[in-house]
Protein backbone atom coordinates (compact mmCIF):
# COMPACT_ATOMS: atom_id res chain seq x y z
CA UNK A 1 0.00 0.00 0.00
CA UNK A 2 2.97 2.22 1.04
CA UNK A 3 4.18 1.93 -2.59
CA UNK A 4 1.53 2.72 -4.04
CA UNK A 5 1.10 5.78 -2.62
CA UNK A 6 4.27 6.78 -3.32
CA UNK A 7 3.19 5.98 -7.15
CA UNK A 8 0.54 8.07 -6.73
CA UNK A 9 2.31 10.69 -5.68
CA UNK A 10 4.84 10.59 -7.76
CA UNK A 11 2.71 10.14 -10.76
CA UNK A 12 0.72 13.53 -9.58
CA UNK A 13 3.64 15.53 -9.04
CA UNK A 14 5.12 14.42 -12.78
CA UNK A 15 1.53 15.66 -13.90
CA UNK A 16 1.89 19.06 -12.09
CA UNK A 17 4.90 19.32 -13.87
CA UNK A 18 3.89 18.56 -17.17
CA UNK A 19 1.08 20.88 -16.93
CA UNK A 20 3.67 23.83 -15.82
CA UNK A 21 5.91 22.78 -18.05
CA UNK A 22 3.04 23.38 -21.03
CA UNK A 23 4.01 26.21 -22.97
CA UNK A 24 1.71 29.51 -22.00
CA UNK A 25 2.86 32.38 -22.93
CA UNK A 26 -0.50 33.91 -22.46
CA UNK A 27 -2.57 37.08 -22.92
CA UNK A 28 0.40 39.00 -24.43
CA UNK A 29 1.14 40.67 -27.89
CA UNK A 30 2.66 39.87 -30.85
CA UNK A 31 3.54 41.82 -33.87
CA UNK A 32 0.74 41.52 -36.83
CA UNK A 33 -1.50 39.01 -35.00
CA UNK A 34 -2.73 41.00 -31.95
CA UNK A 35 -3.23 40.53 -28.59
CA UNK A 36 -3.31 37.18 -27.73
CA UNK A 37 -6.07 35.01 -26.21
CA UNK A 38 -5.44 31.62 -26.28
CA UNK A 39 -1.42 30.33 -27.45
CA UNK A 40 -0.44 26.66 -26.66
CA UNK A 41 2.17 24.51 -28.12
CA UNK A 42 3.49 21.12 -28.04
CA UNK A 43 6.84 18.66 -28.87
CA UNK A 44 5.50 16.40 -31.63
CA UNK A 45 8.90 15.25 -32.96
CA UNK A 46 12.44 15.68 -31.68
CA UNK A 47 13.26 19.44 -32.33
CA UNK A 48 9.70 19.73 -33.74
CA UNK A 49 6.57 21.65 -32.15
CA UNK A 50 3.28 21.95 -32.94
CA UNK A 51 1.15 25.58 -32.20
CA UNK A 52 -2.06 27.24 -31.97
CA UNK A 53 -2.89 30.96 -31.45
CA UNK A 54 -5.93 32.73 -31.16
CA UNK A 55 -6.14 37.32 -31.13
CA UNK A 56 -8.00 40.12 -31.49
CA UNK A 57 -6.04 41.74 -34.54
CA UNK A 58 -6.39 45.35 -34.14
CA UNK A 59 -7.91 45.56 -38.21
CA UNK A 60 -9.61 42.19 -38.64
CA UNK A 61 -10.99 40.80 -35.28
CA UNK A 62 -10.79 37.14 -34.80
CA UNK A 63 -7.99 35.50 -36.27
CA UNK A 64 -6.42 31.80 -35.51
CA UNK A 65 -2.92 30.81 -36.51
CA UNK A 66 -1.83 27.30 -36.17
CA UNK A 67 2.49 26.79 -36.50
CA UNK A 68 5.00 24.38 -36.81
CA UNK A 69 8.44 24.93 -35.77
CA UNK A 70 10.85 22.30 -37.54
CA UNK A 71 14.70 21.83 -37.64
CA UNK A 72 14.25 19.53 -40.09
CA UNK A 73 18.17 19.91 -40.74
CA UNK A 74 19.63 17.73 -37.22
CA UNK A 75 16.60 15.61 -36.29
CA UNK A 76 15.82 13.02 -39.16
CA UNK A 77 13.05 14.29 -41.03
CA UNK A 78 13.03 15.83 -44.51
CA UNK A 79 10.93 18.31 -46.59
CA UNK A 80 9.56 16.08 -49.31
CA UNK A 81 7.22 18.00 -52.27
CA UNK A 82 4.39 15.95 -53.10
CA UNK A 83 5.07 14.54 -56.80
CA UNK A 84 1.78 12.84 -58.08
CA UNK A 85 0.83 13.73 -61.66
CA UNK A 86 1.22 17.37 -62.97
CA UNK A 87 -2.53 17.38 -64.63
CA UNK A 88 -4.14 15.84 -61.53
CA UNK A 89 -5.56 17.91 -58.68
CA UNK A 90 -4.98 16.27 -55.06
CA UNK A 91 -6.60 17.41 -51.59
CA UNK A 92 -3.37 17.33 -48.82
CA UNK A 93 -5.19 14.19 -47.30
CA UNK A 94 -4.62 12.18 -50.73
CA UNK A 95 -1.33 13.53 -50.85
CA UNK A 96 -0.16 11.73 -47.22
CA UNK A 97 -1.69 8.70 -47.88
CA UNK A 98 0.43 8.79 -50.74
CA UNK A 99 3.45 9.42 -48.99
CA UNK A 100 3.00 6.80 -46.72
CA UNK A 101 2.27 4.33 -49.44
CA UNK A 102 5.88 4.94 -50.43
CA UNK A 103 6.67 4.17 -47.33
CA UNK A 104 6.91 7.58 -45.45
CA UNK A 105 5.43 9.01 -42.33
CA UNK A 106 3.94 11.99 -42.24
CA UNK A 107 4.28 14.20 -39.45
CA UNK A 108 3.01 17.33 -41.24
CA UNK A 109 2.22 19.26 -44.43
CA UNK A 110 0.68 22.33 -45.64
CA UNK A 111 -0.74 23.02 -49.61
CA UNK A 112 1.90 24.50 -51.77
CA UNK A 113 2.27 26.86 -55.00
CA UNK A 114 -0.50 28.33 -56.57
CA UNK A 115 -1.95 27.12 -59.81
CA UNK A 116 -3.55 27.10 -63.05
CA UNK A 117 -7.39 25.53 -61.56
CA UNK A 118 -8.10 24.13 -65.46
CA UNK A 119 -5.15 21.80 -65.82
CA UNK A 120 -3.79 21.77 -61.98
CA UNK A 121 -0.41 22.65 -63.64
CA UNK A 122 1.63 24.96 -60.88
CA UNK A 123 3.49 28.09 -61.29
CA UNK A 124 6.62 27.36 -60.45
CA UNK A 125 9.49 24.78 -60.87
CA UNK A 126 8.98 21.74 -58.80
CA UNK A 127 11.11 19.46 -57.88
CA UNK A 128 11.37 15.70 -56.10
CA UNK A 129 14.48 13.75 -55.02
CA UNK A 130 16.37 15.93 -57.81
CA UNK A 131 14.29 15.15 -60.50
CA UNK A 132 11.96 18.00 -62.29
CA UNK A 133 8.73 17.41 -61.81
CA UNK A 134 7.38 20.09 -64.24
CA UNK A 135 9.05 23.55 -65.72
CA UNK A 136 6.32 25.59 -63.91
CA UNK A 137 3.90 27.46 -66.49
CA UNK A 138 5.43 30.89 -65.10
CA UNK A 139 8.49 30.15 -63.02
CA UNK A 140 10.63 33.05 -61.33
CA UNK A 141 11.61 31.60 -57.97
CA UNK A 142 10.85 28.09 -56.17
CA UNK A 143 11.71 27.39 -52.16
CA UNK A 144 14.68 25.09 -52.53
CA UNK A 145 15.79 22.31 -49.98
CA UNK A 146 19.26 21.06 -50.46
CA UNK A 147 20.78 17.20 -49.56
CA UNK A 148 21.33 18.79 -46.18
CA UNK A 149 17.58 20.06 -45.61
CA UNK A 150 18.38 23.17 -46.12
CA UNK A 151 15.80 25.72 -47.43
CA UNK A 152 16.99 28.54 -49.81
CA UNK A 153 14.50 30.93 -52.47
CA UNK A 154 16.39 30.40 -55.52
CA UNK A 155 15.56 32.27 -58.63
CA UNK A 156 14.86 30.45 -61.58
CA UNK A 157 16.57 30.66 -64.84
CA UNK A 158 16.77 27.44 -66.84
CA UNK A 159 17.33 26.25 -70.22
CA UNK A 160 16.21 23.28 -71.35
CA UNK A 161 17.99 22.33 -74.51
CA UNK A 162 17.10 20.22 -77.39
CA UNK A 163 19.67 18.75 -79.57
CA UNK A 164 18.50 16.24 -82.86
CA UNK A 165 18.54 15.15 -86.22
CA UNK A 166 16.45 16.16 -89.04
CA UNK A 167 16.27 14.36 -92.22
CA UNK A 168 17.57 16.59 -95.05
CA UNK A 169 17.18 16.00 -98.67
CA UNK A 170 19.50 16.84 -101.85
CA UNK A 171 18.30 16.52 -105.38
CA UNK A 172 21.37 15.53 -107.94
CA UNK A 173 20.71 15.94 -111.43
CA UNK A 174 22.98 14.16 -114.13
CA UNK A 175 23.21 15.12 -117.59
CA UNK A 176 24.71 13.18 -120.22
CA UNK A 177 28.12 15.16 -121.37
CA UNK A 178 27.91 15.87 -125.22
CA UNK A 179 29.76 13.17 -127.34
CA UNK A 180 31.70 14.18 -130.77
CA UNK A 181 32.08 11.80 -133.36
CA UNK A 182 34.01 12.04 -136.59
CA UNK A 183 32.43 10.61 -139.52
CA UNK A 184 34.43 8.71 -142.33
CA UNK A 185 34.55 11.69 -144.40
CA UNK A 186 36.39 13.61 -141.97
CA UNK A 187 33.62 15.63 -140.51
CA UNK A 188 32.79 16.15 -136.73
CA UNK A 189 29.15 15.63 -135.39
CA UNK A 190 28.10 16.59 -131.87
CA UNK A 191 26.05 14.20 -130.63
CA UNK A 192 23.67 15.85 -127.60
CA UNK A 193 21.74 13.42 -125.15
CA UNK A 194 17.74 14.12 -125.24
CA UNK A 195 17.58 13.54 -121.49
CA UNK A 196 19.51 14.13 -118.22
CA UNK A 197 18.24 12.09 -114.81
CA UNK A 198 17.87 13.25 -111.09
CA UNK A 199 17.99 11.13 -107.87
CA UNK A 200 17.49 12.00 -104.50
CA UNK A 201 20.07 11.93 -101.39
CA UNK A 202 18.91 11.63 -98.04
CA UNK A 203 20.84 12.68 -94.56
CA UNK A 204 20.81 13.35 -91.43
CA UNK A 205 21.45 17.69 -90.50
CA UNK A 206 22.21 18.02 -86.77
CA UNK A 207 19.98 20.86 -85.16
CA UNK A 208 19.64 22.74 -81.41
CA UNK A 209 17.03 24.41 -80.31
CA UNK A 210 15.06 25.28 -76.95
CA UNK A 211 12.20 23.88 -75.28
CA UNK A 212 10.18 26.09 -73.97
CA UNK A 213 7.73 24.51 -71.38
CA UNK A 214 8.36 20.91 -69.64
CA UNK A 215 5.05 19.40 -68.48
CA UNK A 216 3.42 22.17 -69.19
CA UNK A 217 -0.12 22.25 -71.19
CA UNK A 218 0.44 23.95 -74.61
CA UNK A 219 -1.04 27.44 -74.25
CA UNK A 220 -1.37 30.96 -76.25
CA UNK A 221 2.53 31.00 -76.90
CA UNK A 222 2.72 28.08 -79.56
CA UNK A 223 6.18 27.24 -78.07
CA UNK A 224 7.75 23.62 -78.28
CA UNK A 225 6.74 21.61 -75.13
CA UNK A 226 8.36 18.41 -73.37
CA UNK A 227 6.03 15.98 -71.73
CA UNK A 228 6.98 12.63 -69.16
CA UNK A 229 5.09 10.50 -67.10
CA UNK A 230 5.30 13.11 -64.88
CA UNK A 231 2.82 14.84 -66.77
CA UNK A 232 0.27 12.42 -67.17
CA UNK A 233 -0.31 9.04 -69.43
CA UNK A 234 -1.16 11.28 -72.06
CA UNK A 235 0.04 15.08 -73.53
CA UNK A 236 -3.35 15.97 -73.60
CA UNK A 237 -3.01 18.31 -76.73
CA UNK A 238 -6.15 18.86 -78.85
CA UNK A 239 -6.12 20.67 -82.81
CA UNK A 240 -3.48 19.72 -84.94
CA UNK A 241 0.52 19.27 -83.59
CA UNK A 242 3.44 17.82 -84.42
CA UNK A 243 4.44 14.98 -81.62
CA UNK A 244 8.06 13.49 -81.83
CA UNK A 245 8.01 10.29 -79.64
CA UNK A 246 11.78 9.61 -77.87
CA UNK A 247 11.98 6.20 -76.45
CA UNK A 248 15.11 6.75 -73.35
CA UNK A 249 15.53 2.75 -72.71
CA UNK A 250 14.53 2.61 -69.21
CA UNK A 251 12.06 4.67 -66.89
CA UNK A 252 15.15 6.57 -64.97
CA UNK A 253 15.88 8.08 -68.14
CA UNK A 254 12.76 10.06 -68.42
CA UNK A 255 14.36 11.91 -65.59
CA UNK A 256 15.31 15.44 -65.84
CA UNK A 257 17.85 16.84 -63.92
CA UNK A 258 19.52 20.51 -63.32
CA UNK A 259 23.12 20.60 -65.12
CA UNK A 260 22.44 17.19 -66.73
CA UNK A 261 21.40 15.59 -69.88
CA UNK A 262 19.06 12.94 -71.21
CA UNK A 263 19.39 10.64 -74.45
CA UNK A 264 16.32 8.55 -76.29
CA UNK A 265 16.00 7.12 -79.65
CA UNK A 266 13.36 8.78 -81.54
CA UNK A 267 10.45 6.32 -82.00
CA UNK A 268 7.83 7.97 -84.12
CA UNK A 269 7.02 11.61 -85.70
CA UNK A 270 3.24 12.16 -86.38
CA UNK A 271 1.56 15.47 -88.55
CA UNK A 272 -1.77 16.20 -87.15
CA UNK A 273 -2.24 14.82 -84.44
CA UNK A 274 -3.03 15.25 -80.67
CA UNK A 275 -3.17 13.57 -77.22
CA UNK A 276 -0.25 11.18 -77.61
CA UNK A 277 0.14 8.05 -75.26
CA UNK A 278 3.57 8.82 -73.28
CA UNK A 279 4.78 5.39 -72.06
CA UNK A 280 6.73 4.71 -69.22
CA UNK A 281 10.54 4.83 -70.86
CA UNK A 282 9.59 8.04 -73.37
CA UNK A 283 9.42 11.29 -73.13
CA UNK A 284 7.14 13.70 -76.44
CA UNK A 285 8.32 16.56 -77.92
CA UNK A 286 4.86 18.44 -79.07
CA UNK A 287 4.27 22.06 -81.39
CA UNK A 288 1.14 22.71 -82.70
CA UNK A 289 1.30 22.38 -86.47
CA UNK A 290 1.28 26.25 -87.32
CA UNK A 291 4.29 27.23 -85.12
CA UNK A 292 7.52 27.95 -86.49
CA UNK A 293 9.28 25.04 -85.15
CA UNK A 294 6.99 22.24 -86.32
CA UNK A 295 8.82 21.89 -89.82
CA UNK A 296 11.63 20.67 -87.62
CA UNK A 297 9.75 18.41 -85.32
CA UNK A 298 7.72 16.69 -88.76
CA UNK A 299 11.75 15.79 -90.03
CA UNK A 300 13.06 14.96 -87.35
CA UNK A 301 14.80 11.09 -88.10
CA UNK A 302 12.86 8.14 -87.21
CA UNK A 303 15.87 5.87 -85.41
CA UNK A 304 17.78 9.03 -84.67
CA UNK A 305 19.31 10.14 -81.39
CA UNK A 306 18.32 13.04 -79.51
CA UNK A 307 19.64 14.28 -76.47
CA UNK A 308 17.49 16.89 -74.52
CA UNK A 309 19.37 19.05 -71.38
CA UNK A 310 18.89 21.10 -68.11
CA UNK A 311 21.32 24.22 -67.62
CA UNK A 312 20.94 26.31 -64.80
CA UNK A 313 21.80 30.03 -66.16
CA UNK A 314 22.22 31.38 -62.75
CA UNK A 315 24.89 28.84 -61.20
CA UNK A 316 22.80 28.91 -58.35
CA UNK A 317 22.06 25.95 -55.61
CA UNK A 318 19.58 24.29 -57.71
CA UNK A 319 22.19 21.63 -58.78
CA UNK A 320 22.21 20.50 -54.86
CA UNK A 321 18.39 20.90 -54.71
CA UNK A 322 16.56 17.65 -54.02
CA UNK A 323 12.98 19.10 -53.23
CA UNK A 324 11.32 22.61 -54.61
CA UNK A 325 8.41 24.13 -54.74
CA UNK A 326 7.51 27.39 -56.78
CA UNK A 327 5.81 30.30 -54.26
CA UNK A 328 3.23 32.97 -54.69
CA UNK A 329 4.99 35.99 -53.14
CA UNK A 330 7.78 36.86 -50.91
CA UNK A 331 6.59 38.65 -48.07
CA UNK A 332 9.96 38.78 -45.38
CA UNK A 333 12.98 39.07 -47.18
CA UNK A 334 16.35 39.70 -44.94
CA UNK A 335 14.20 40.28 -41.61
CA UNK A 336 12.19 42.93 -43.68
CA UNK A 337 8.73 42.79 -45.16
CA UNK A 338 8.96 42.63 -48.64
CA UNK A 339 4.78 42.70 -49.45
CA UNK A 340 2.12 44.64 -49.78
CA UNK A 341 -1.93 44.34 -49.59
CA UNK A 342 -4.25 44.62 -46.09
CA UNK A 343 -7.20 42.52 -47.14
CA UNK A 344 -8.15 39.85 -44.90
CA UNK A 345 -7.91 35.93 -46.34
CA UNK A 346 -6.93 32.66 -44.93
CA UNK A 347 -3.09 31.90 -45.80
CA UNK A 348 -0.33 29.20 -46.14
CA UNK A 349 2.94 30.58 -45.55
CA UNK A 350 6.62 28.62 -45.16
CA UNK A 351 8.87 31.05 -43.37
CA UNK A 352 13.01 30.20 -42.56
CA UNK A 353 14.52 30.90 -39.20
CA UNK A 354 18.29 32.62 -39.16
CA UNK A 355 19.55 29.17 -37.97
CA UNK A 356 17.83 27.75 -41.19
CA UNK A 357 14.71 25.73 -39.46
CA UNK A 358 11.46 26.07 -40.85
CA UNK A 359 8.08 27.31 -39.70
CA UNK A 360 4.77 26.05 -41.55
CA UNK A 361 1.79 28.87 -40.95
CA UNK A 362 -1.75 28.52 -42.06
CA UNK A 363 -4.31 31.51 -40.58
CA UNK A 364 -7.85 30.25 -40.88
CA UNK A 365 -10.41 33.08 -42.83
CA UNK A 366 -13.57 34.00 -44.30
CA UNK A 367 -15.17 32.39 -40.92
CA UNK A 368 -16.27 35.18 -38.48
CA UNK A 369 -16.93 32.72 -35.66
CA UNK A 370 -13.83 30.80 -36.16
CA UNK A 371 -10.99 33.56 -37.93
CA UNK A 372 -11.07 36.20 -40.14
CA UNK A 373 -7.70 36.05 -41.76
CA UNK A 374 -4.73 38.49 -42.23
CA UNK A 375 -3.64 40.54 -44.65
CA UNK A 376 -0.24 40.51 -46.08
CA UNK A 377 1.78 42.84 -44.28
CA UNK A 378 0.36 41.48 -41.20
CA UNK A 379 0.97 38.10 -41.80
CA UNK A 380 5.01 39.52 -43.05
CA UNK A 381 5.02 40.83 -39.43
CA UNK A 382 3.84 37.97 -37.49
CA UNK A 383 6.13 36.30 -39.51
CA UNK A 384 9.35 38.18 -38.70
CA UNK A 385 7.79 37.56 -34.71
CA UNK A 386 7.98 34.05 -34.90
CA UNK A 387 11.86 34.71 -35.69
CA UNK A 388 11.94 34.50 -39.42
CA UNK A 389 14.48 36.23 -41.55
CA UNK A 390 12.31 34.88 -45.13
CA UNK A 391 8.80 34.19 -45.72
CA UNK A 392 6.85 33.22 -48.64
CA UNK A 393 2.82 33.16 -49.42
CA UNK A 394 1.99 29.80 -51.01
CA UNK A 395 -1.72 29.42 -52.39
CA UNK A 396 -4.26 30.26 -49.78
CA UNK A 397 -8.05 31.43 -48.93
CA UNK A 398 -9.85 28.00 -49.86
CA UNK A 399 -6.95 26.24 -50.38
CA UNK A 400 -5.34 26.80 -46.69
CA UNK A 401 -4.41 23.49 -45.34
CA UNK A 402 -2.38 22.35 -42.32
CA UNK A 403 -2.13 18.42 -41.24
CA UNK A 404 0.25 17.41 -38.08
CA UNK A 405 0.27 14.25 -36.18
CA UNK A 406 -0.25 14.88 -32.16
CA UNK A 407 1.72 12.54 -30.16
CA UNK A 408 0.79 9.64 -28.44
CA UNK A 409 -2.84 10.22 -29.41
CA UNK A 410 -2.73 10.06 -33.46
CA UNK A 411 -1.11 7.39 -35.68
CA UNK A 412 -1.10 9.89 -37.84
CA UNK A 413 -1.54 13.61 -39.70
CA UNK A 414 -4.78 14.98 -39.28
CA UNK A 415 -6.40 18.51 -40.09
CA UNK A 416 -5.61 20.77 -37.66
CA UNK A 417 -7.22 24.36 -39.38
CA UNK A 418 -11.00 24.99 -40.56
CA UNK A 419 -10.71 25.26 -44.59
CA UNK A 420 -12.67 28.27 -45.80
CA UNK A 421 -14.61 25.92 -47.97
CA UNK A 422 -16.65 23.32 -47.02
CA UNK A 423 -14.56 20.44 -48.15
CA UNK A 424 -10.67 20.19 -48.59
CA UNK A 425 -9.89 21.86 -52.13
CA UNK A 426 -7.90 19.80 -54.64
CA UNK A 427 -4.50 21.64 -55.44
CA UNK A 428 -1.39 21.19 -57.44
CA UNK A 429 1.15 20.16 -54.61
CA UNK A 430 2.44 20.48 -51.03
CA UNK A 431 4.93 20.38 -48.40
CA UNK A 432 5.27 17.50 -46.14
CA UNK A 433 7.73 16.69 -43.35
CA UNK A 434 8.55 13.10 -43.90
CA UNK A 435 10.51 10.54 -42.17
CA UNK A 436 10.74 6.70 -42.49
CA UNK A 437 11.58 4.34 -39.70
CA UNK A 438 10.21 3.38 -36.52
CA UNK A 439 10.74 4.26 -33.21
CA UNK A 440 11.01 2.00 -29.78
CA UNK A 441 8.44 0.02 -28.29
CA UNK A 442 9.26 1.85 -25.29
CA UNK A 443 7.45 4.72 -23.33
CA UNK A 444 9.48 7.81 -23.07
CA UNK A 445 7.43 10.47 -23.10
CA UNK A 446 3.93 11.37 -21.95
CA UNK A 447 1.38 13.85 -23.39
CA UNK A 448 -1.32 15.61 -21.53
CA UNK A 449 -4.86 16.36 -23.47
CA UNK A 450 -5.92 18.87 -23.33
CA UNK A 451 -2.78 20.84 -22.80
CA UNK A 452 -4.01 24.07 -22.03
CA UNK A 453 -7.44 24.59 -21.03
CA UNK A 454 -9.16 28.18 -19.88
CA UNK A 455 -11.87 27.29 -17.17
CA UNK A 456 -14.00 29.32 -14.73
CA UNK A 457 -12.57 29.10 -10.91
CA UNK A 458 -14.44 26.37 -9.31
CA UNK A 459 -15.36 23.98 -12.97
CA UNK A 460 -14.34 20.96 -13.18
CA UNK A 461 -11.32 19.79 -16.04
CA UNK A 462 -10.58 16.27 -17.62
CA UNK A 463 -7.44 15.86 -18.44
CA UNK A 464 -6.14 13.17 -20.15
CA UNK A 465 -2.36 11.59 -20.43
CA UNK A 466 -0.47 9.42 -23.30
CA UNK A 467 2.19 8.06 -24.10
CA UNK A 468 4.80 8.00 -26.91
CA UNK A 469 8.22 6.56 -27.79
CA UNK A 470 11.31 8.17 -28.87
CA UNK A 471 9.94 9.61 -32.09
CA UNK A 472 6.74 10.67 -30.47
CA UNK A 473 4.61 7.63 -32.05
CA UNK A 474 1.43 6.33 -30.60
Known amino acids: MTNLIRLK ?30 ESSKTIFNEVTYGEMVAQNPANGLTHAYVINANNQTNGIKAMVFNG ?4 TYTLANMIKYAEEQGYKVLAGINGDIFDTSTGTPKGLTMHQGNIITSGYAPDRSLVFDSEGKASLQNINLTYGLKGFINST ?4 TTMPAVTNTSGDGIEVIITPEESSTS ?11 IGFFNVPQGGSNGLHLFNRHYSKSTKTSGNCVEVVIDTGNSDNIQLKVNDTIKGVVKSVTMNTSNTPIGETE ?16 NMAVGSEVEISVTDNNNTGLVNAVEAMGIYYSIVANGAIDTTGT ?9 IKEDGSLVLYVVDGRQPAISNGLGLIDTA ?3 IALGCVSAFNMDGGGSSVLYARLPGIESGATLKNSPAQSSQRSVSNGLLLVYKGSGSSVAENLHIYP ?15 YASNNLYEK
Do not use: W
Open 343 to 351: NPNPRTVVG
Open 9 to 38: KTASLFLCLLLISSTFMGFGYQDGFGNISY
Open 200 to 210: SNVTQKEFTTN
Open 170 to 173: QTIV
Open 381 to 383: RHM
Open 85 to 88: EVRG
Open 283 to 298: VVLSAVANSTLAPTLN
Open 451 to 465: ELTLSMSGADVQIET
